[in-house]
Nanobody, 123 residues
Framework: QVQLVESGGGLVQAGESLRLSCAAS????????MGWYRQAPGKQRELVAV???????NYADSVKGRFTISRDNAKNTVYLQMDSLKPEDTAVYYC?????????????????WGQGTQVTVSS
Protein backbone atom coordinates (compact mmCIF):
# COMPACT_ATOMS: atom_id res chain seq x y z
CA GLN A 1 0.00 0.00 0.00
CA VAL A 2 1.07 3.59 -0.70
CA GLN A 3 0.27 6.61 1.45
CA LEU A 4 0.64 10.32 0.65
CA VAL A 5 0.70 12.62 3.67
CA GLU A 6 0.39 16.37 3.16
CA SER A 7 1.30 19.15 5.54
CA GLY A 8 1.74 22.90 5.57
CA GLY A 9 -1.73 24.28 4.97
CA GLY A 10 -3.24 27.06 7.06
CA LEU A 11 -4.75 30.52 7.22
CA VAL A 12 -2.77 33.47 5.88
CA GLN A 13 -3.44 36.99 4.67
CA ALA A 14 -3.27 38.05 1.04
CA GLY A 15 0.30 38.57 -0.10
CA GLU A 16 1.78 36.09 2.35
CA SER A 17 3.39 32.71 1.65
CA LEU A 18 2.88 29.05 2.51
CA ARG A 19 4.83 25.92 1.73
CA LEU A 20 3.06 22.62 1.29
CA SER A 21 4.80 19.26 1.60
CA CYS A 22 3.69 15.80 0.58
CA ALA A 23 5.61 12.68 1.52
CA ALA A 24 4.95 9.32 -0.12
CA SER A 25 5.60 6.09 1.72
CA UNK A 26 4.88 2.40 1.40
CA UNK A 27 5.64 -0.25 -1.15
CA UNK A 28 7.19 2.13 -3.70
CA UNK A 29 9.42 1.04 -6.57
CA UNK A 30 9.60 4.47 -8.18
CA UNK A 31 7.56 7.64 -8.57
CA UNK A 32 6.90 9.26 -11.91
CA UNK A 33 5.04 12.56 -12.02
CA MET A 34 4.00 14.27 -8.80
CA GLY A 35 1.64 17.17 -8.60
CA TRP A 36 -0.68 19.40 -6.68
CA TYR A 37 -4.37 19.91 -7.35
CA ARG A 38 -6.89 22.11 -5.57
CA GLN A 39 -10.62 22.21 -5.12
CA ALA A 40 -12.53 25.27 -3.99
CA PRO A 41 -16.10 25.03 -2.66
CA GLY A 42 -18.55 24.46 -5.47
CA LYS A 43 -15.82 24.03 -8.07
CA GLN A 44 -14.14 21.10 -9.78
CA ARG A 45 -10.72 19.91 -8.77
CA GLU A 46 -8.06 21.58 -10.91
CA LEU A 47 -4.39 21.06 -11.61
CA VAL A 48 -2.10 23.56 -9.91
CA ALA A 49 1.35 22.27 -10.78
CA VAL A 50 3.08 19.07 -11.82
CA UNK A 51 6.71 17.92 -11.84
CA UNK A 52 8.20 14.89 -13.57
CA UNK A 53 10.83 12.61 -12.10
CA UNK A 54 13.37 14.48 -14.24
CA UNK A 55 12.34 17.86 -12.87
CA UNK A 56 10.26 19.26 -15.72
CA UNK A 57 7.43 21.42 -14.45
CA ASN A 58 4.09 22.75 -15.62
CA TYR A 59 1.79 25.25 -13.93
CA ALA A 60 -1.75 26.48 -14.19
CA ASP A 61 -1.83 29.96 -15.70
CA SER A 62 -3.41 31.33 -12.53
CA VAL A 63 -0.36 30.48 -10.41
CA LYS A 64 2.52 31.01 -12.83
CA GLY A 65 5.15 33.31 -11.33
CA ARG A 66 3.76 32.89 -7.82
CA PHE A 67 3.96 29.15 -7.07
CA THR A 68 6.97 26.85 -7.37
CA ILE A 69 6.83 23.07 -7.34
CA SER A 70 9.88 21.00 -6.45
CA ARG A 71 10.67 17.48 -5.30
CA ASP A 72 13.23 15.50 -3.37
CA ASN A 73 13.40 12.09 -5.03
CA ALA A 74 15.49 10.63 -2.21
CA LYS A 75 12.70 11.46 0.23
CA ASN A 76 9.78 10.74 -2.13
CA THR A 77 8.54 14.20 -1.28
CA VAL A 78 7.03 16.99 -3.36
CA TYR A 79 6.75 20.61 -2.28
CA LEU A 80 4.66 23.59 -3.33
CA GLN A 81 5.99 27.01 -2.43
CA MET A 82 3.14 29.49 -2.68
CA ASP A 83 4.01 33.18 -2.68
CA SER A 84 1.91 36.29 -3.14
CA LEU A 85 -1.18 34.36 -2.15
CA LYS A 86 -4.58 35.68 -3.17
CA PRO A 87 -8.05 35.03 -1.72
CA GLU A 88 -8.90 33.10 -4.89
CA ASP A 89 -6.18 30.58 -3.97
CA THR A 90 -8.37 29.43 -1.09
CA ALA A 91 -9.08 25.73 -1.54
CA VAL A 92 -8.29 22.25 -0.33
CA TYR A 93 -4.96 21.27 -1.88
CA TYR A 94 -4.37 17.64 -2.81
CA CYS A 95 -1.12 15.89 -3.57
CA UNK A 96 -1.03 13.37 -6.40
CA UNK A 97 1.68 10.90 -7.38
CA UNK A 98 1.99 8.28 -10.09
CA UNK A 99 3.67 5.46 -8.23
CA UNK A 100 5.15 2.26 -9.57
CA UNK A 101 4.59 -0.68 -7.24
CA UNK A 102 5.44 -4.34 -7.37
CA UNK A 103 2.63 -6.65 -6.36
CA UNK A 104 1.87 -10.26 -7.19
CA UNK A 105 4.88 -10.54 -9.46
CA UNK A 106 3.79 -7.57 -11.59
CA UNK A 107 5.03 -4.02 -11.86
CA UNK A 108 2.35 -1.46 -12.45
CA UNK A 109 1.85 2.28 -12.07
CA UNK A 110 -1.19 3.81 -10.42
CA UNK A 111 -2.21 7.30 -9.23
CA UNK A 112 -2.42 7.95 -5.51
CA TRP A 113 -3.92 10.90 -3.65
CA GLY A 114 -3.29 12.57 -0.34
CA GLN A 115 -6.07 13.43 2.10
CA GLY A 116 -5.95 17.14 1.31
CA THR A 117 -4.86 20.19 3.27
CA GLN A 118 -6.85 23.40 3.63
CA VAL A 119 -5.37 26.68 2.46
CA THR A 120 -7.33 29.81 3.33
CA VAL A 121 -6.26 33.27 2.20
CA SER A 122 -8.02 36.24 3.75
CA SER A 123 -8.24 39.62 2.06
Amino acid sequence: QVQLVESGGGLVQAGESLRLSCAASGNIVSINAMGWYRQAPGKQRELVAVITSGGSTNYADSVKGRFTISRDNAKNTVYLQMDSLKPEDTAVYYCNAHVQVYRGGIYYTAPYWGQGTQVTVSS
